[in-house]
């Protein structure tokens, strides 16, 4: 493998990484704190891309990096207060049912709203030029530009976790989360503000992340999965973990994506022949490349069986 | 107890089934028309139904079949086969005898079979099925059945338009295949190593991928980066819906010059993803006809004008209008309604093209063949693609003309044929 | 007490018996073609709900992949039957196949089972997520064996079958699959009552006291997995027959949703809750999306209301009653007024509600006007969209008041009942 | 001499912090031992040592003569050592003949079997009114066993701690939070139990501890300080200087 191609694996891996960080850091918080697994995590994250769609064109896509992730902010927080909490009580297949339930309704929602196709959601002109170049291929600065925001957002979050009250609050629960109720905080609160604060992440995403991917009804549903790899390869409530764990996901796919080596291959080089025609040949001339996508899967089943508390988690899933 | 409750609730249920079944009516040709309606695909179903609904209103307006109406019956499948095949079951239960369906070569499979089956179990009551863009390439060679007939051209022929045009073109050198991961982009690609091999020995392929399909993956860029890495001057693609939109977008972003030949990347469901984009590179597609022609005739240009009027976009395909205009024409023929002559009437029938050709229905494999267009994606000339009231500002160019003889191939197709 | 039980068996097995004759009468009753296949589907989604709740309700294992054992056990089926249709394999019983299919969600689900039983819980749940992606994934991949996105076709006539039975005919696939239906769900039902049914049970309430009194619980949890899975696979076996067909939807994330929700709207709480789960949410979901585009978006409110408001489940609800029954059925009438005020409301909502999704969805669609029930509106006309807009205001606030209302007279019943109960 | 049970050496740490710091402790076949020791002594600690639930870090556990310190907890049971918990450990969900008919299960034999059908054995549900007659539950045998009430749950868990015969029991604080005639009721229940059986108990009602031992060992700091009979516990330098402080 030439330096070049290396440098491009870890330059696209990062890329990559950086945009499930940004995806997942808010279900993390979720996930870890209150043990919902909200299946309706990548809804919020299409909402997000719809506002930003939405705002950028009657204002302009700076204003809409603010005020979206705020908005879908808020409506995670309503959903918490008056959906989620009423059903916390019937444990957490219920919760997730719920959140499945959203999935639905959200998905509806924004065809009734926005239609069934992709809407011309635009990276800014600003942005939107040549940054890097590498031996031919170039990156643009808005690439950049969300490499960086989602740094902040590590920075930021790490900060709040480390510093603030609502950080020791949301870390005390994370160990052990009756005995914050119990000492008298108001834990429902709480909730709801992280609750809320984690779709805000997600929106954040989505404003960002639509006018790449392209913003259609059906992100949400393709983008549902990827993000519980991260959050429990990372392990619960766990940050860094979710950095760590998206930036590895982002390296093994990129990595996998270039490799055109298959079985047929390694039977070659041991000095054996697979006849093309036959029907062992469909398997074994697979390439890793072909087999990338299920790479994710492999990697959540063994953490979860090997070391269930993921990457850095404090407790087991 | 639990019993007897459950037994009430069953007896409630099916009352109400008893309340919807529905009885059978004369008076309209009724079409069933199974597509997806609702989740992923559901653009792509709207598509098909908004554009069959427009070509039977038409028909209508002029007077409709031998006096009978076109009834179009919009049946959401939600994209899942067991779904298709109740929906085809409930059709006939309705008396429906015609039933059309695009959207999706594990459905059209689905429909074949079941009516392969239905049709020699129930003669005197054969059900006809119109195939308006399933492409699978089997549907007219090994899987065929009399009461089948697409009106797109195969995956086969599409590939052999794509590579008969490549093969003119001198600044292609060197080609990389880029498809998906399924069986219609298994075919592509096999098909394209085939003909590139025999038709175009001077391109040489240097590159072979196979995605995840179906808007799975996110970041096209290690992809872009293999490309460029591989020196492709051009990217043989069959890739569609986001798998192509997102390719598209990953292509400009990392200033990748190379030419993209495909059938579906200019969908206009998928154009407000990538506007302009689409301009960065050239981007060639092949379909029967040029939905931004100026010198199209005026019968067409009134039917265009009407069609944007009444679904708010310009026709991406043509094969709706023609696939009914044939069909009426076969009623007329026959003065029959009865699918059987219906069939017979559109064996080798001839419709007509806004492009000067025919399309002709091949009477061996019922598969349409018509001489292909290679389109070029341009700024805006005289015409440009509107899709749902956005005006795009972009149009096709002819920059070839395929003739039929060259996407002419030969079928397996050994068909039974009733009577 | 001896004679009120044997009457109470004696009640059970002739409400059974009406049952299944009813049922054995009814394609004379529902002849045509669709509606045989709908209740083909309800059979066959009977059992795999039933079987997905052993694993949910009974053992208190929450699964995301129970697609898999399903959909593969039908891929294997649907293989035996191709290869049968191009004889390559002697013909086989049709009413066998099942048995294949079991074997494989057997064999699927030893394997699996061993992994993701060592864990439970959450990880459970990941973990079972993490193998249907990857499953669902790998269909798309591994096209030999399962032709990708088309999926694989097969002719359920192989000849011969026992009785003379050819299966062409959708009432004879209906008869094979209320045969199965029937076996294996009293085979379920009877699982229950064994010791292992009941360790479930305990594994499911409080796992360290299983374990404390004697019994492995990774054990227990791994064989209700195969069990379940081995139903499951049974039940996909008879999909691939009722269909004769088998895609890679089968297996998906999607359909391991749909299971769980019928499980849990039927009420995994009792053994016929996912029975009635299935058979309601399976009408649910045909007819919805005959009347309306939006069905989606109903199913999902519908979804979240339920989980929401009646979380035990349909039968949930139902068995709520069954202590005023018991005890003093005169005090049911005290129920009916403030029943029949919710559900008017709630039917204020609904119209309100669907009127308003429906004018939305006409305005996208570049229609005027729209037929909604009788009545046809045109969506130009602010004054419908006001008045639309009010009734469904007014049916929110209504049926917030009566659910209210509803509360008030259930507890007022129930001291009753505990007052009597006391004496 | 053998001892019934017999911990040598038993140490525990998690992490850093030691809990257990080398306990010795004989258990005589047939006697009512105790084990009392203030708050954070290790008690509930030592109890998931003996019953499996943790592994000590070095030392050995005998059990009739048998290592059991490497064994799981179903092991351990089966061989006849069964505990109740300090908090109600019990199924909420299923009814109180239920609960203990479960604890039966095994002793008779049924194992996993998947083909036997419960209500149909005369015996197991014969055997299983006997137990709940014995901890005064009968009345209540349909009710869930969630709905009960505290005391009574109580009951119900050392009704199912015993119902599988093992011959060794180990409660835990089978008192805690108990008023007085409920404790009077708990304790005519533990020495009617106590009969043909050996029984190590933690309690912190020294009331109760006096009445029922055979012998008393006082663990503090994870060490035990003195183990023998009641009354020469209660003249222990040791142990007052322990519980008093002087």
């Known amino acids: 493998m030439s330096l070049e191609v290396l440098v491009f694996i870890i330059f696209n891996g990062l890329l990559y990484g950086m945009f499930l960080f940004m995806l997942s850091s808010g279900l993390t918080l979720i996930f870890g704190m209150m043990g919902i697994l909200n299946f309706a995590h990548a809804s919020f994250f299409m909402i997000g891309a719809y506002l930003g769609y939405q705002i950028s064109e009657n204002i302009n896509f700076w204003i809409a990096l603010i005020f979206a992730p705020m908005l879908v902010g808020i409506m995670g927080a309503m959903i918490e207060k008056y959906g989620l909490r009423n059903i916390h009580k019937y444990g957490h297949i219920a919760e997730l049912l719920f959140t499945f339930g959203l999935f639905y309704i959200i998905e509806e929602m924004v065809q009734l709203i926005w239609g069934k196709t992709p809407v011309p959601y635009k990276v800014p002109e600003i942005l939107n030029f040549p940054l890097i170049e590498i031996s031919g291929m170039s990156y643009p600065a808005y690439s950049m530009f969300r490499l960086v925001i989602s740094l902040l957002i590590f920075l930021a979050i790490y900060r709040v976790l480390a510093k603030t009250k609502t950080g020791l ?131 959540l089943i063994i953490v979860l069986i090997a070391r269930p508390r993921g990457l850095f988690g404090k407790r087991d899933v | 107890m639990k019993k007897i409750i459950f037994t009430l609730i069953s007896f409630g249920c099916l009352i109400i089934f008893y309340a919807c079944e529905k009885k059978e009516t004369k008076g309209p040709i009724k079409i069933a028309a199974i597509e997806p309606l609702s989740g992923p695909y559901a653009a792509v179903g709207k598509d098909i139904i908004e554009g069959i609904i427009y070509s039977a209103d038409v028909i209508n307006q002029n007077g409709g079949v031998n006096g009978r109406m076109i009834e179009i019956i919009p049946m959401d499948n939600a994209m899942k086969a067991e779904k298709t095949t109740e929906l085809l079951r409930k059709a006939i239960d309705d008396g ?222 043509d094969r709706f209008r023609f696939m009914l205009e044939m069909f009426k024409n076969a009623i007329e023929q026959t003065n029959s309604f009865e699918p059987l002559d219906i069939a017979y009437a559109l064996e080798g029938m001839e419709g007509r093209s806004i492009d000067g050709g025919k399309v002709i229905m091949r009477k061996d494999d019922h598969q349409i063949h018509f001489d292909m267009q290679a389109l070029l994606l341009v700024d805006k000339t005289d015409q440009s693609i509107i899709y749902r009231n956005q005006d795009f500002d972009m149009s096709y160019s002819n920059v070839g003309n395929i003739p039929v003889k060259d996407i002419t191939l030969d079928t397996s197709c050994n068909m039974k044929r009733p009577k | 007490m001896g004679k009120e039980m044997f009457n109470s068996i004696k009640l059970k097995f002739i409400s059974l018996f009406i049952l299944i004759l009813f049922l054995l009468f009814l394609p004379y009753i529902f002849s045509s073609s669709f509606a045989l296949t709908l209740f083909c589907k309800m059979g066959v989604l009977i059992i795999f709900s039933v079987a997905y709740n052993m694993l949910l309700g009974q053992t208190g294992l929450l699964s995301f992949g129970h697609a898999i054992y399903f959909g593969l056990a039908g891929y294997a089926s649907i293989h035996i039957l191709a290869a049968i249709n191009n004889s390559y394999l002697p013909s086989l019983p049709l009413v066998l196949l099942p048995f294949v299919g079991a074997i494989v969600g057997l064999i699927l689900g030893v394997s699996i089972g061993y992994l993701s039983t060592k864990r439970l819980g959450t990880a459970f749940a990941m973990i ?208 009916i007024t403030p029943y029949s005020i919710f559900l008017v409301s709630i039917l204020l909502l609904t119209i309100g509600f669907t009127s308003i999704v429906e004018l939305i969805h006409s305005i996208k669609s570049n229609h005027e006007t729209l037929k909604f029930f009788w009545l046809s509106f045109n969506n130009k006309n602010i004054l419908i969209w006001l008045a639309l807009g009010l009734i469904m205001t007014s049916g929110v606030i209504a049926s917030r008041k009566s659910f209210g209302l509803v509360k008030e007279k259930w507890n007022e019943v129930m001291e009753e009942i505990k007052l009597s109960l006391i004496k | 001499m053998n001892y019934h049970l017999e911990l040598k050496n038993v140490k525990k740490s998690f992490g850093s912090t030691s809990i257990i710091r080398g306990v010795n402790l004989n258990i005589k076949k047939g006697e009512i031992h105790s084990l009392i020791g203030p708050n954070g002594a290790g008690k509930s600690t030592l109890y998931n040592l003996i019953s499996g639930v943790y592994k000590p870090t070095t030392g050995t556990i005998k059990f009739n003569n048998k290592n059991i310190e490497n064994l799981p907890s179903y092991e351990i049971y089966r061989l006849g050592l069964s505990r109740s918990f300090q908090i109600t450990n019990i199924f909420p969900k299923m009814s109180v003949f239920e609960n203990i008919r479960c604890g039966l299960l095994w002793s008779m034999g049924y194992h996993y079997s998947t083909y036997k059908i419960l209500d149909k054995d005369k015996n197991l549900n014969m055997k299983t009114n006997e137990i709940l007659e014995q901890i005064s539950l009968s009345k209540f045998s349909k009710e ?90 209660k003249i222990n330098k040791a142990v007052r200087e322990a519980y008093l402080g002087d």
């Open chain 2, 96 to 317: 429906i005898r015609f039933v059309t369906q695009g959207g999706g070569s594990s459905h059209a499979l689905n429909i074949i079979k079941q009516l392969e089956k239905y049709n020699s179990r129930n003669p005197g009551k054969e059900i006809l099925y119109l195939n308006n863009s399933a492409v699978t390439t089997s549907f007219t060679n090994k899987d065929c059945t009399f009461f089948h007939f697409r009106f797109d051209s195969n995956v086969d022929m599409k590939v052999a338009g794509l590579v008969s045009h490549m093969s003119k073109d001198n600044s292609v050198k060197k080609v990389y295949l880029f498809n998906q991961n399924y069986v219609y982009g298994q075919t592509f690609r096999e098909t394209a190593t085939r003909m590139i091999n025999n038709k175009a020995p001077d391109i040489k392929i240097v590159g072979d991928e196979l995605i995840q399909p179906f808007g799975k993956i996110q970041d096209f860029t290690p992809y872009v980066t293999k490309i460029k890495l591989s020196g492709a001057d051009s990217v043989l693609t069959g890739n569609w819906g986001p798998d192509a939109f997102r390719f598209v977008n990953a292509l400009k972003d990392a200033g990748v010059k190379v030419k993209l030949f495909g059938i579906y990347i200019s969908q206009p469901a998928g154009m407000a993803a990538m506007e302009k984009n689409l301009l960065f590179n050239d981007v060639i597609v092949v379909k029967e006809f040029n939905p931004t022609n100026s010198k199209a005739p005026n019968w067409y240009k009134e039917y265009e004008a009407g069609h944007l009027d009444a679904v708010g976009y310009t026709p991406d395909a």
């Open chain 4, 144 to 233: 869930s066993a969630g709905l009960l009430s505290y005391a009574d749950q109580r009951a119900l868990e050392i009704g199912i701690t015993i119902a599988g015969g093992a011959e060794t029991i180990l409660l835990d604080e089978p008192t805690a939070g108990m008023s007085k005639s409920e404790t009077q009721r708990a304790t005519k229940l533990i020495s009617n139990i106590a009969k043909n059986r050996t029984i190590l108990i933690v309690e912190h009602d020294m009331g109760v501890v006096f009445d029922l031992s055979d012998t008393i060992s006082v663990l503090v700091y994870g060490e035990i300080i003195c183990s023998d009979e009641p009354d020469k516990v």
């Open chain 1, 169 to 299: 609050i949301i870390k005390a629960s994370l160990t052990n989360p009756n005995m914050v109720a119990a000492l008298g905080h108001n834990v429902p609160r709480v909730f709801s503000n992280v609750f809320g604060f984690g779709c805000a992440l997600a929106g954040l995403a989505g404003v960002l992340a639509g006018n790449v991917i392209g913003t259609e009804p059906s992100m949400a549903l393709l983008l549902g999965p990827i993000v519980f790899v991260v959050v429990v390869t990372g392990g619960l409530g766990s940050i860094k973990g979710a950095l760590v764990a998206s930036i590895i996901i982002g390296l093994i796919q990129t990595l996998t994506i270039s490799m055109e080596y298959d079985l047929n291959s390694l039977i070659n080089y041991l000095g054996f022949q697979i006849d093309i025609n036959s029907t062992i040949n469909h398997f074994t001339s697979l390439t890793l490349s072909q087999l990338s996508p299920i790479v994710p899967y492999i990697l």
């Open chain 3, 128 to 335: 079972s997520l993490g193998f249907c992606e990857l499953i669902t994934a790998l269909t798309l991949i591994f096209v030999v064996f399962f032709n990708g996105e088309d999926g694989i076709q097969a002719d359920r006539v192989t000849g011969n079958d026992l009785f003379g039975l050819t299966y062409g005919p959708q009432s004879e696939v209906y008869y094979l699959i209320l045969f199965w239906c029937i076996i294996t769900v009293l085979i379920m039902y009877l699982l229950t009552k064994t010791p292992f049914g009941r360790m479930c049970n305990a594994v499911r309430d409080n796992q360290q006291r299983a374990e404390f009194i004697g019994y492995n619980v990774r054990k227990i949890r791994w064989i209700a997995f195969s069990l379940s899975a081995t139903f499951a696979g049974a039940a996909g076996s008879l999909h691939a027959i009722n269909y004769e067909h088998i895609g890679f939807e089968s297996v998906s994330l999607v359909q391991s949703g749909m299971v769980l929700f019928m499980a849990y709207i039927g009420g995994i709480g009792n053994f016929l809750g996912p029975i009635l789960g299935a058979i309601s949410l399976t009408y649910l979901d045909t007819m919805l999306s005959d009347v309306t585009e939006a069905w989606v978006l109903y199913y999902g409110v519908i979804f979240v209301l339920v989980i929401a408001f009646a979380p035990q489940g349909i039968s949930g609800i139902i068995l709520m009653h069954s202590p005023i029954l018991r005890n003093n059925p005169a005090l049911l009438k005290k129920l």
